[in-house]
């Protein structure tokens, strides 16, 4: 398989749990980013990835959330104390560097009651 | 900052008919700019793209033009097939992050 794969691909939680998320890349890909998407909306970035390093954050990332790619690879995105305005798609990309195309996987949609 | 307007939908067009969705960007800097496509079901596919002005990304019988001086990236297929049928985003990506801003979609439905 040479896609990106993302479990769980649905994920339904209680106001107040926590629940996180994995992305594996596709191999070799050193930029990985993850985006939220809610219905009828594009995608938006939440953070990226280079290799191991966390480069950027977006404002929408709040100190609830945090991302990790411990070793360069897979990453996890993690969502603590939810609220139902987390409810969206959890959409992670992977490119091979600077300039290059970002490959989506399916995305996990997550749903908050 | 950065941003990307895309025609409002739901489209609705007949098999064989002309199809164009607009598509005008904001940016700092020399973007690049792309067509994503979402199929039912499905994740996000890269349609096309281009990484210049001028340049012309093309696929799957789909065209789209960068025009620097409208700031546009016009989705075009001369004759749309029912397997189209899905939702088409534009979007921007600028030097540095090279992070994705995407409009709100195009939601597109062919009918036999």
């Known amino acids: 398989d040479t896609g990106v794969s993302q479990n769980p691909r649905h994920k339904i939680t209680k106001r107040g749990q926590n629940v996180t998320f994995r992305c594996d890349p596709i191999s070799e890909h050193n930029r990985l980013y993850w985006y939220r998407q809610t219905l009828g909306q594009g995608p938006e970035f939440l953070t990226y990835?280079?290799?191991?390093?966390?480069?950027?954050k977006s404002r929408l990332l709040s100190d609830r959330f945090s991302a990790e790619r411990p070793k360069g690879s897979f990453s996890t995105l993690e969502i603590q104390r939810t609220e139902q305005g987390d409810s969206a798609m959890y959409l992670c990309a992977s490119s091979l560097g600077v300039r290059e195309t970002q490959y989506f996987g399916p995305g996990t949609r997550l749903l908050v009651l | 900052g950065n941003s990307v307007t895309q025609m409002e939908g739901p489209v609705t067009l007949s098999e064989e008919a002309f199809l164009t969705i607009n598509c005008t960007y904001t940016a700092t800097g020399y973007p690049s700019l792309f067509w994503y496509v979402q199929y039912p079901g499905e994740g996000l596919q890269l349609l096309l793209k281009a990484t210049k002005a001028d340049d012309k990304g093309s696929n799957k019988g789909f065209e789209a033009t960068y025009r620097k001086e409208t700031t546009s990236f016009h989705l075009e297929k001369g004759s749309v097939q029912v397997s189209d049928s899905a939702v088409y985003f534009c979007a921007l990506s600028v030097s540095g992050a090279q992070k994705l801003v995407f409009g709100q979609g195009t939601r597109l439905t062919i009918n036999p």
């Open positions: 990835f280079q290799n191991e390093a966390q480069l950027e």
